[in-house]
């Protein structure tokens, strides 16, 4: 519950900030609110605690928003639950009774969903509200229409894949978060080689991860006996024919670019540069992948047979400076799906920061594209869930009607946990939305920005329901878990066999 109540003040718009600081050598500082990112780094002994900071990880990587109200929702379920536990109601009672109210307070959101997949403006608008709901919570608030639009055309073109592979994040220190953009196409952190063409237009690139430096002896340790300087200079001589036949080689592929994920040494450049063929040295492993991704080529090792060789193809290579780096773009790529965000920030930890936020929302974006049920946001599907609870634990006989209506109170905690965090009043804000939810149809929310109860659908706050969903049942079955255990038992270390 200690660590609920860690990560209980990020929650909602107006949540404030930690700063993870390293123990480690450097010290290095994270600021940051994402709840998965403050659980990862904790150094948990308790091993109930680490359940929580486990359901935290799998919220991000499945949905990758919500991570901190699955763990607060967790904790409060657990504090309803020891209060249950001390007037003698045995765990067992208590899990079937969340059990039964998670089905009914799924139920409830299942009856409430809205889904525009059909009417492709509503959907996008849709996706917009999604994105800037879940960035308002985040560093990106103040410009958070920017990047909803950013992370929105970015999803967009995937096509409704979930693979955020193709969307390539890059962070330049320097301007202000506004300056960021979205670029088509890819762009490689590099620069380009001496005396070779600044611009290609219908480049065929071939992508290789090939050793280029060897006119030196490679083996260590080699002697080589010679009685002459002259033998000497023709080893050398050798080695460099060695060399241009490679290169010879990977220019008869018919390539006007060469990317390397290994050095260039300046001879075989010097012969690359002659033949009017750009080569780019020492792109990391992570980039080489993702341009092969992009440009529809394969990863080559070996050049000898160059039909069997799928080369990668855009329109146009060029250098670009952002901020004072050059950089190497290339557009008009084969894969449609490709785009490069460039992140600029003050500093470091904002880039890092803002790189977060961003890449939640583009995990639940594509996760919407996929499954395009929408709920409003600020605290109404709890009072939906809660009231609908409320009103099964009335109809339950017998204990099990304690633990439901416990449920409901634990759901209520998120609504008051978001007024709280903005400084208002939450229990004359929760009792004044419960009352607006009697009434039929009903979209009243908590506006942390007036301090009221407001109307959701106008502000236009939207969650996807499958992170609404996630939430729920993670939480619930964390909980069941934690409940089912009755005492901790540290073990014994695994015995090793005496090796003599």
Known sequence: MAIADLVKTTLGPKGMDKILQSTGRGHSVTVTNDGATILKSLHIDNAAAKVLVDISKVQDDEVGDGTTSVVVLAGELLREAEKLVATKIHPMTIISGYRMAAECARDALLKKVVDNKADSEKFKSDLMKIAMTTLSSKILSQDKEHFAQLAVDAVMRLQGSTNLESIQIIKKPGGSLKDSFLDEGFILDKKIGLGQPKRIENAKILVANTAMDTDKVKIYGARVRVDSMSKVAEIEGAEKEKMREKVKKIIGHGINCFVNRQLIYNFPEELFADAGILAIEHADFDGIERLALVTGGEIASTFDNPESVKLGQCDLIEEIMIGEDKLIHFSGVALGQACT????????????????????????????????????????????????????????????????????????????????????????????????????????????????????????????????????????????????????????????????
Request: net charge negative; with cysteine.
């Open 341 to 500: 965000i460039v992140l600029r920030g003050a500093s470091h930890h904002v880039l890092d920061e803002a790189e977060r936020s961003l890449h939640d929302a583009l995990c639940v974006l594509s996760q919407t594209v996929n499954d395009s049920r929408v709920l409003l946001g600020g605290g109404w599907p709890e009072m939906i869930m809660a009231k609908e609870v409320d009103v099964l634990a009335k109809k339950t006989p017998g204990k099990k009607s304690h633990a439901i209506e416990a449920f409901s109170r634990a759901l209520l905690a998120i609504p008051t946990i978001i007024a709280d965090n903005a400084g208002l009043d939450s229990a004359e804000l929760v009792a004044q939305l419960r009352a607006e939810h009697h009434k039929e149809g009903c979209t009243a929310g908590i506006d942390v920005i007036s301090g009221t109860v407001g109307d959701m659908a106008e502000r236009g706050i939207s969650e996807a329901f499958k992170v609404k969903q996630a939430v729920l049942l993670s939480a619930t079955e964390a909980a069941e878990m934690i409940l089912r255990v009755d005492e901790i038992i540290t073990c014994a270390p695994r015995q090793r066999e005496n090796r003599m």
